[in-house]
């Protein structure tokens, strides 16, 4: 029987992937998981390709030193992000087999291209998903306030973009006053999208606090502002209580999340010039309105001053015959006053005192009855217990009384007997035969006799 080694058949699988297979090909795959050691320079990752959540291949990869260095200084230059797990990729691969480790691939070059157009088709999909929902302007139809003066700030505090959004604020020429609190954020890197979420939701617990929600950072490469291409940052966005305001990035950086928001401004410093600018325009419609209120204002005190000299005149006129009026009535008002008061001071006096022994006897009948009632009350309650426990006496007496003539000795005394059978009292003939033995119990003493017959009683009598 013909047989190979372990080591034979791994060298005819090596040769036979050299031979068919000794070409470098351009691979579409999706990194898994990358290592990079700084010891050796070398990257290992693993290589995946989904349908949907399912992987259907899977394969190692590596970036041997000598290559890594260049691949990652061009694709970091021109995308401004580093090679991280989730990404896809577009890679020069060389396949290769090892008698211990197995099928690989060799990255000997990567292109960059190919992962900026990956992320732009993800953010157009993301924004049709949006769409089909119908969510993707709700928070643009949130009303905002004329000037927003409250603002809520999710960025990082280290951010060049937060200190110059700050800075243009609290500078402003005009004066203005506004309060920012930060609700720090990543706003760049793997952490980036569950550091801003979190932030929105602290926000949300304090919504009655602010008119307004500033997502900021300073400018970037395309790639390097991925995590504002997030759905599930965009749907909380969409779907926040507050209008939102970003400033994630220069004017050719157009993310989901800019999409979504109330107003995608280009900068944080625009963002910070916006809220300005509001301020100002509601302030110079203030002032249009003061000037056309001063204008109407005048015009109506010029009518009001010919309608009030008019008005004068005539309430001088009037007010000199009411008063002459009045001063008449008055007079004869006070002289019938007088009259009644003296009269009507006399009639109270005589009421007053017969109202008093009214009053006076009322109470002295009153007390007289309630005494009267109080002591029959007493007697009552000094009675009463007497006479319960006599009327308990007495039935007591009677209860024992019958107990007494219900007593088996008072019954015999009475004539009456009993007969006992083996024991047992008889109460019928039914239980006694002939030749029995029974005895009689009466009051003194007990009969013993032989059953020599038995009659049975008749209705008759």
């Avoid at 990567?110 to 709700?138: F, N």
Wanted: proline share 2%.
């Amino acid at each position: 029987m013909n047989f190979l080694t372990l080591k034979e058949l791994a060298s005819l699988i090596k040769t036979a992937i050299q031979s068919e297979l000794f070409d470098d090909y351009w691979v579409i795959a999706e990194i898994a998981k990358i290592s990079c050691h700084h010891n050796s320079g070398h990257c290992y990752i693993d290589l995946v390709e989904k349908q949907g959540d399912i992987i259907i291949a899977q394969m190692r990869a590596t970036i041997w030193a000598r290559n890594y260095r260049h691949i990652y200084s061009r694709f970091h230059s021109t995308t401004g992000q580093d090679l991280t797990s989730g990404m896809k990729i577009l890679m020069l691969s060389h396949i290769v087999y090892h008698e211990v480790y197995g099928l690989s691939i060799n990255i000997t070059d990567i292109d960059p291209s190919y992962t900026i157009g990956e992320m732009a088709l993800k953010r157009r999909q993301i924004i049709d998903q949006l769409v089909k929902e119908g969510i993707i302007d709700l928070n643009k139809k949130i009303p905002v306030h004329p000037v927003m003066q409250k603002i809520a700030v999710i960025s990082s505090l280290s951010a060049a973009g937060y200190g110059d959004f700050i800075s243009r604020l609290d500078t402003n020429p005009y004066g203005y006053r506004f309060s920012h609190t930060l609700f720090q954020a990543y706003v760049q890197g793997e952490l980036a999208e569950k550091s801003i979420r979190n932030a929105l939701r602290q926000c949300e617990k304090h919504k009655d606090t602010f008119d307004v929600v500033v997502i900021i950072r300073g400018g970037g490469s395309t790639v390097d502002l991925h995590c504002f291409d997030s759905y599930l940052l965009a749907k909380d966005i969409a779907l926040f209580p507050l209008p939102v305001l970003t400033g994630i990035g220069h004017e050719r950086d157009e993310t989901v999340t800019g999409r979504v928001a109330h107003k995608r401004l280009i900068t944080p410093t625009a963002v910070a010039e916006y809220l300005i600018s509001r301020a100002k325009f509601f302030e110079e419609r203030i002032d249009v309105l003061g000037q056309r209120l001063m204008g109407g204002t005048n015009t109506v005190l010029g009518r009001g001053k010919d309608s009030l000299k008019y008005l004068t005149v005539r309430l001088e006129r009037q007010s000199i015959q009411n008063l002459t009026m009045a001063s008449v009535l008055l007079r004869k008002s006070v002289f019938l006053l007088q009259t009644q008061t003296l009269s009507f001071l006399r009639t109270p006096s005589v009421d007053i005192k017969k109202g008093e022994e009214r009053l006076k006897g009322a109470f002295t009948a009153l007390i007289k009855h309630n005494y009267q009632k109080l002591r029959e009350f007493i007697s009552t309650a000094i009675l009463y217990p007497k006479h319960m426990l006599s009327i308990r006496s007495k039935t007591l007496e009677h209860l024992e009384m019958k107990v007494s003539l219900l007593d088996p000795v008072n019954v015999l005394k009475r004539g009456y007997s009993i007969t006992y059978l083996h024991g047992k009292t008889i109460s019928n003939t039914a239980l006694v035969e002939k030749d029995d033995i029974i005895d009689t119990r009466l009051y003194d003493g007990s009969i013993t006799s032989i059953v020599q017959s038995i009659k049975e009683r008749t209705d008759d009598e």
